[in-house]
Structures are given as C-alpha cells and as structure tokens.
Nanobody, 117 residues
Framework: QVQLVESGGGLVQPGGSLRLSCAASGFTFSYYAMSWYRQAAGKERELVATIPSVGGSTNYADSVKGRFTISRDNAKNTMYLQMNSLKPEDTAVYYC??????????WGPGTQVTVSS
C-alpha cells in the first residue's frame, strides 16, 4: 500500500521560511526520482522541484530557483522541501509524488502553505 504523507505547511509571512516533509512507504523509495508539486486555488498543478533517486542534479521551477531546496533521506524514506524567502505567489497546496508527467501514485491531501501578511 503506497502512502505519501506531506507535512510541514502552515501560515507564514512574506520573507519567511517553511520546511516541508514527505514521508513515503509501500514502495522502494530509493529507486525513484521524486518531485514536489503545488496547486494554487483555481490553477493547475505545477512542478516545483525534482530530485533523482541517487546522484544527478536537482531541478527547480524558475519561480522558486534560489529560494527552495529539495533533498531526500533514503534511509528514512523521506523527502524535504526547504522554502526560504517565501512570497504570496507560493501560496498553494504542496504535494509529493514520483517525478515525471506520467505514472504517478494517487495524489494525497497535500499540505497547505499560505504566505500572507
């Protein structure tokens, strides 16, 4: 039974920081490249960042590059997204899933990030 459980979201002021976690289970986490996605109200889901299973380079959407850092701990089956210098435009529900545009696991509830003063 595959599970992807996001946590760490909340309300933060512009310029603030949050660290999101994605706890994975039910599959061999270390075999898969993983991504963070987000979906703002009324908009389509978009790719935020991607990290390979091992080695290789991380990738970021232009809108978050230089502010967000994706990482993973395969021993803990956990992926992270460190978000700094947050902007109101970052407000969205954040999800984790397999990298790529196909063959995702079922989408979970995500974690809400709200950036507002």
């Amino acid at each position: 039974q595959v599970q992807l459980v996001e946590s760490g979201g909340g309300l933060v002021q512009p310029g603030g920081s949050l660290r999101l976690s994605c706890a994975a289970s039910g599959f061999t986490f270390s075999y898969y490249a993983m991504s963070w996605y987000r979906q703002a109200a009324g908009k389509e889901r978009e790719l935020v960042a991607t990290i390979p299973s091992v080695g290789g380079s991380t990738n970021y959407a232009d809108s978050v590059k230089g502010r967000f850092t994706i990482s993973r701990d395969n021993a803990k089956n956990t992926m992270y997204l460190q978000m700094n210098s947050l902007k109101p435009e970052d407000t969205a529900v954040y999800y984790c899933n397999l990298a790529g545009r196909r063959s995702h696991f079922s989408w979970g509830p995500g974690t809400q990030v709200t950036v507002s003063s």
